[in-house]
């Protein structure tokens, strides 16, 4: 085996990016570390979704307890200043 061969291997054996191109077939360009495309096409550090989904995240802000719970901080914190009102 030549040295060239053997120096260059490892590259040729890296994974590659399976893209589908504008002439049809794959990209083939080596694939992004930990990834499945390469840089141009969706591998790029800082892109793709972000983890889980945060649009179903279930955060309880509108529980029947939570809405309780700011209806009763209301009316005490209303209370409060109508005592607050009447010892002027
Ligand atoms: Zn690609």
Redesign the pocket.
Known sequence: MSDHVRLIAPMLASPR?G?KIRSGGA?R?PAVRGKK??R??GGAPGSGPPRGNRNARKHGLFTRDAIAERKQVQALLGEARKLLQEMK
């Open positions: 990016c893209a990209c360009s495309r390469c141009m096409h």
